[in-house]
């Protein structure tokens, strides 16, 4: 903007970098014989452009047989000895932390403190059954229960209001809802353990999304030394990048997320609200494991 203009493409791919490499930004500008302020400008203005894509590209479908076919592939993802799969499941839903390096957070600091002690963004990601993102929740601390999150997000209230017909799929972290299902915490029959192992093989596609995501943008592993506006859009813009690559056949290996896998053990522990377990819920979870096994 000064008369020695840094061509569009060349910006992209210095942000690209960044993403996958995670590096300081001073190693990039040296890499690119540029300053670091510039650097910092660049990266904030292309993922400012790629965040505004998300819900273009990350979003659930509306098309009837594109919800038909992911239910279906749901339904494979079940299959066991038992060759029976959850019926009308849109999502798998869970949470993973993001860290957050040497930021400014003023007064607030605490409240981004995880509990294994460092800092980060709580990310609620639901994932469908090809690891691509239909719904993300990037900027809570990292303090914050998965359950909280979800009870304040724009999908909860879609499926609360019946936008949303189908159900998801989580962890012993959240709460068992007509919409939501999760495992039985003390399954006392043999139907009720089998349909703990479906509902587990349904929800890890989740936590290899996770694993995935982290390999293709290992900033997101390694941590975000930026302002805490940034690190959110970074997010954003990272679930966008990695839902074009599947669109373009770009796949990677999965590999499980640590981080998520130790989130559930960890969580059972943590949710025992009386105001999360309406009835509706269990009377829900009840019928499919009827259905299932009648």
């Known amino acids: 903007m000064r008369g020695l203009p840094i061509d569009p493409v060349i910006q992209l791919l210095i942000c690209l970098r960044f993403y996958a490499t995670g590096n300081f930004q001073t190693v990039n500008g040296d890499l690119m014989i540029l300053p670091q302020p510039t650097i910092s400008r660049i990266v904030f203005r292309v993922t400012v452009v790629l965040a505004t894509y998300l819900n273009t590209y990350v979003k659930f479908t509306t098309n009837q047989e594109a919800i038909q076919e992911n239910r279906r592939l749901f339904r494979e993802l079940g299959y066991g000895q038992g060759a029976i799969g959850l019926p009308h499941i849109d999502g798998a839903i869970d949470c993973t932390h993001v860290r957050l390096v040497g930021n400014n957070f003023g007064g607030l600091a605490e409240t981004y403190r995880n509990r294994k002690g460092y800092f980060s963004l709580n990310v609620q990601a639901i994932v469908g059954p090809r690891m691509e993102f239909l719904d993300l929740v990037p900027e809570w601390p990292g303090s914050q229960h998965d359950s909280r999150i979800f009870q304040n997000s724009r999908v909860f209230m879609r499926y609360q209001q019946h936008e949303l017909t189908g159900m998801l799929v989580g962890d012993a972290g959240y709460p068992c809802l007509p919409f939501l299902l999760t495992p039985f915490r003390n399954p006392q029959t043999e139907e009720e353990q089998r349909y703990n192992q479906i509902q587990s093989r349904t929800r890890m596609v989740v936590e290899r999304t996770f694993g995935v995501w982290k390999r293709r943008f290992p900033c997101l592993a390694r941590g975000l030394s930026l302002k805490l506006i940034t690190c959110t859009a970074v997010v954003s813009a990272c679930a966008v990048l990695h839902n074009l690559s599947l669109q373009f056949k770009d796949i990677l ?26 009835a509706d819920g269990f009377i829900v979870r009840q019928n499919v494991v009827r259905d299932l096994f009648q």
């Open 253 to 278: 290996p999965e590999e499980p997320d640590d981080d998520a896998i130790e989130n559930e053990n960890v969580e059972e522990l943590h949710h025992n609200d009386p105001h999360w377990q309406p």
